[in-house]
């Protein structure tokens, strides 16, 4: 396996010579995420019980059934998380990988833009687990309790909280959608200012949209997802102002 180097925009490399570069990168990938695997399932027991945080205190031993559902509970489980943890390293290989296509200055700008995106995501994921989990589960898990006798089963639990930190953690994402949108010219600042009504109107759709089939989820993801959207409008018409001579420059 050949050494990898920095590729720069200007470099002019083969066939050959890139196939073994996105060979490399792959392998990089593959031993981020199984160096990551080794890891969370050595300490799944604890990353199992900080996914049963959020449950009332007289659920947090959810069940299983059959012989290898406890341990392929805890694999997955254990998968999710190594994906979460060796994410960053894959999205910087794909990215190192796709770079020298791009100039400099939009290779600085997309830095920015994933560390951006990979703060709103931790921020979307702890919303998710300090508030919406805890507030829908509490009133899931308690609904009509005196008419059925409620067990949680594991398998199903772990993938509801997977999907419901997922649609918080893209949820987090609009404020670079919105911004992504003004910076390429499709939509500017004074337009999502008058049609602000829209606006919510599409964010309560989307809402609807995310996971959670219940209205009291649905209503935990919608909060957010406004608030984000009007911060979204006073953010837009802030860096407008200061693409605009970027713009009317590089024209010239």
Not at 62 to 91: D, H, K, N, R
Not at 124 to 131: A, E, H, P, Q, S
Not at 190 to 204: E, H, K, P, S
Not at 218 to 237: D, H, K, Q, R, W
């Amino acid at each position: 396996m050949s050494r990898l180097r920095p590729i720069g925009h200007e470099d002019r490399l083969s066939l050959v010579e890139h196939l073994d570069e996105l060979r490399n990168r792959i392998f990089i990938c593959l031993g981020a995420l199984a160096g990551a695997l080794a890891l969370t399932y050595a300490f799944h027991h604890r990353i199992v019980r900080w996914l049963n945080g959020p449950l009332p205190p007289s659920k947090r031993h959810p069940i299983t059934f059959g012989v290898t559902e406890p341990f392929m509970t805890s694999l997955t489980v254990s998968l999710y998380a190594a994906i979460v943890i060796a994410l960053p390293i894959i999205l910087w290989q794909a990215w190192s990988f796709l770079a020298p296509a791009f100039e400099e200055r939009t290779q600085r700008g997309v830095r920015w833009l994933v560390a951006i995106a990979t703060a709103l995501t931790v921020a979307g994921i702890l919303f998710g687990y300090y508030v919406v989990l805890p507030a829908a589960l509490s009133f899931l898990t308690n609904y009509d309790d005196n008419l059925y006798n409620i067990q949680i089963r594991a398998k199903d639990y772990y993938s509801f909280v997977s999907l419901v930190l997922l649609a918080v953690a893209v949820v987090f994402q609009v404020p670079l959608f919105i911004l992504g949108l003004v910076r390429i010219g499709a939509i500017s600042a004074a337009q999502l200012r008058r049609n602000w009504r829209l606006g919510i109107v599409i964010m309560t759709a989307i809402a609807v949209a995310l996971p959670g089939i219940d209205p009291f989820t649905t209503a935990l993801e919608m909060l957010p997802l406004i608030a984000l959207y009007l911060v979204s409008l006073g953010l837009a018409g802030f860096f407008e102002r200061r693409w605009r001579p970027t713009a009317a420059a590089a024209e010239r």
